[in-house]
């Protein structure tokens, strides 16, 4: 089945700093990739995604890319917050779109 | 309000002692699905449904069962828990039948089994 790789596992940064987490995928039926962020002790939320025929999308501060020839695919946070402190979690769906495979997460720190 | 539901909360339980956690939406959602977290492991789907009476493995069903005879419940059954089985668990649904779009979370249901 699919199998997504997540890294880093933490990452650290400054206030004000730009933050970027990367996710590859080993599927190229995936066809949908959906970012969620998790706060301490609260549910995932989806704060951006992406379909296959997309390079890149982008929401205010944050960004999303797709490589779908390197099957990788990221997620870029500017001027970061300290409320941007939560675990990320990348996804892939693919098949009949209805399986969903997460990658084990990015606990982000936010210093102000 | 729209949401989606989980009970119990948490759960201490024992080997072997049968179990069902809840999963309810009000938001008329074809699509949904049980997920566990672990430490370092992220999200597992466990099972999810695609309509009534419509359901499939993800990828660890081993040790679970579900069921979905209504559009709005979507109940997880541990008929014969185990440790392994301890984890954070999170229903979720979605507008869409191909789950092309976005998953709201339920608050999640904390298992410990001893």
């Known amino acids: 089945g699919e199998n997504v790789e997540q890294h880093p596992s933490t990452l650290s940064v400054q206030e004000g700093d730009s933050a970027v987490i990367k996710c590859t995928y080993s599927d190229s039926a995936s066809n949908y990739f959906p970012w969620y962020k998790q706060e301490l002790g609260k549910r995932p939320q989806l704060i951006i995604d992406?379909?296959?025929?997309?390079g890149e999308k982008k929401d205010q501060r944050i960004a999303v890319t797709l490589n779908k020839t390197a099957k990788h695919f990221s997620l870029h946070i500017t001027e970061t917050q300290p409320e941007d402190s939560a675990v990320y979690f990348c996804?892939?769906?693919?098949?009949?779109?209805?399986?969903?495979?997460f990658g084990s997460g990015t606990k982000l720190n936010v210093k102000p | 309000e729209a949401q989606v539901t989980q009970n119990p909360r948490y759960l201490i339980t024992v080997t072997g002692k049968k179990l069902t956690v809840t999963c309810s939406q009000n938001m008329n959602h074809e699509y949904m699905s049980w997920y566990r977290q672990d430490p370092g492991l992220g999200l597992r789907q466990i099972y999810y449904s695609m309509n009534v009476e419509v359901t499939d493995k993800g990828d660890v069903p081993e040790g679970y069962k579900v069921s979905r005879k209504e559009k709005r419940n979507f109940p997880l059954i541990l008929e014969s828990p185990s440790p392994n089985q301890t984890s954070l668990y999170f229903c979720?649904?979605?507008?869409?039948?191909?789950?092309?779009?976005?998953?709201?979370f339920g608050p999640g249901t904390r298992l410990t089994v001893l």
């Open positions: 992406i379909r296959s025929n997309v």
């Open positions: 979720a649904s979605s507008p869409l039948a191909r789950a092309y779009n976005e998953q709201f």
């Open positions: 996804a892939a769906s693919w098949g009949n779109f209805n399986k969903f495979y």
